[in-house]
């Protein structure tokens, strides 16, 4: 079995920072690609940021230039770095990570989430 456990969440002010947190654990063979997502009340989720097992990023436009996302392959973890926040990124934050588990079993696997307000 494989979790995610994200951290970091919490209450800013426009303009704050907030630093999450993803670490897997479990029978795991490999760590592939690693995102965060999100989803605020009454909307869809939708990507925020990924990485591959390589470091290579990919942003939304909306956080581009304020939010980074990053990985330590020796602690198995997923990072945000969330700057300049705005009211409209708040939402409930997802770590997402794409988890080879044998030779022939390769899944998805998805954090608990983590709640993200900012007020303006």
């Known amino acids: 079995q494989v979790q995610l456990v994200e951290s970091g969440g919490g209450s800013v002010q426009a303009g704050g920072s907030l630093r999450l947190s993803c670490a897997a654990s479990g029978s795991i063979l490999s760590l592939n690609a690693m995102a965060w997502h999100r989803q605020a009340p009454g909307k869809q989720r939708e990507l925020v940021a990924s990485?591959?097992?390589?470091?290579?990023?990919n942003y939304a436009d909306s956080v581009k230039g304020r939010f980074t996302i990053s990985r330590d392959n020796a602690k198995s973890t997923v990072y945000l770095q969330m700057n300049s926040l705005k009211p409209e990124d708040t939402a409930v934050y997802y770590c997402n990570a794409d988890v080879t588990i044998s030779w022939t079993s390769r899944r998805p696997y998805w954090g608990q989430g983590t709640q993200v307000t900012v007020s303006s």
């Open positions: 990485i591959s097992s390589g470091g290579s990023t």
